[in-house]
Nanobody, 124 residues
Framework: QVQLVESGGGSVQAGGSLRLSCAASGSIFFLHNMTWYRQAPGKERELVAGVSSIGSANYLDSVKGRFTISSISREDAKNIVSLQMNNLKPEDTGVYYC???????????????WGKGTLVIVSS
């Protein structure tokens, strides 16, 4: 089984910072892409940031220069992808989801796994 668990959400004032983390655990052979999505009330889910297995990162235009995505592999076999969010704006409010394309074994074609989300509220 593969599990993704997000943490770090909360409520901050505009201009503040939050750091989200997503811990992937379980039977993992290879992580291809690690991404953060968000869904604001009444809006579709959108890709905020992503990082590939070789460290290539991409960002939603509206968060460039404010958000930074990073990933590490820990010795306890957990992989952590983090999203450092600085200079937060009210429009950053939403539920943030971690999603990772994971191969569980060498023969596994892989699939996207999702966390349950963590709520970020930015007040003006």
């Amino acid at each position: 089984q593969v599990q993704l668990v997000e943490s770090g959400g909360g409520s901050v004032q505009a201009g503040g910072s939050l750091r989200l983390s997503c811990a992937a655990s379980g039977s993992i052979f290879f992580l291809h892409n690690m991404t953060w999505y968000r869904q604001a009330p009444g809006k579709e889910r959108e890709l905020v940031a992503g990082v590939s297995s070789i460290g290539s990162a991409n960002y939603l235009d509206s968060v460039k220069g404010r958000f930074t995505i990073s990933s590490i592999s820990r010795e306890d076999a957990k992989n952590i992808v983090s999203l450092q969010m600085n200079n937060l704006k009210p429009e950053d409010t939403g539920v943030y989801y971690c999603s990772e394309f994971i191969r569980r074994t060498y023969a596994d074609a892989g699939m996207d796994y999702w966390g349950k989300g963590t709520l970020v509220i930015v007040s003006s």
